[in-house]
């Protein structure tokens, strides 16, 4: 059994929409992809998400009242429309996400429910929801990785979940029950 961390100790979390049905599937192709032909594997270690708040540090003793943060916060509309392929610099490439108000709506709330809570929690003024296909570890390879994926067109209406709290146990992210 596992002693309950001490007071103070901070985990990493964040709050994102999964990805779900034969969607998911392909997008974890396309990060499999990824990770074979340039060596950025890094997406592997997430299930398929949108992110709504960033990786916080957070007491893990909160985790159950985080989760129930998440279910406070819902979503009318469960579904996600998928675009084409494009990048952040020379760091990042996604599949990008058609961008919903609703979305853009339920983050500062989100954000002040966590504050509630003593947690930090920072969001950027812009938001520009995205699936990661590749990142970290993509550098020297941009430009090839790039130029494999960059022509790739998934247009695709897919269903997401309710947003959920997922916590790094050391080497995955997870998503908490």
Sequence with gaps: MNPEPEKGTKKLFFIALLVKGDFAEVVRSLQEEMCEQFAACQSLKSPPHITL????????????????????????????????????????????????????????????????????????????????????????????????????????IFEISQPVLLHHNGQLWVVVD
């Excluded at 009242?65 to 509309?77: A, F, G, R």
């Excluded at 469960?78 to 996400?97: C, Q, T």
């Design 53 to 156: 708040i960033p990786p916080f540090g957070a007491d893990p003793n909160l985790s159950k009242d985080m989760v129930e943060l998440c279910s406070s916060h819902q979503l009318e509309d469960l579904s996600g429309k998928a675009g084409s392929v494009d990048h952040f610099d020379d760091r990042v490439i996604f599949l990008s996400v058609e961008k919903k108000n609703e979305w853009t709506r339920l983050r500062k709330p989100l954000k002040a429910s966590l504050k509630e809570l003593g947690i930090k929690a920072s969001i950027r003024q812009t938001y520009h929801p995205h699936i990661t296909l590749g990142h970290k570890n993509l550098q020297p390879k941009f430009q090839n990785a790039w130029d494999y994926f960059k022509d790739r067109e998934i247009d695709a």
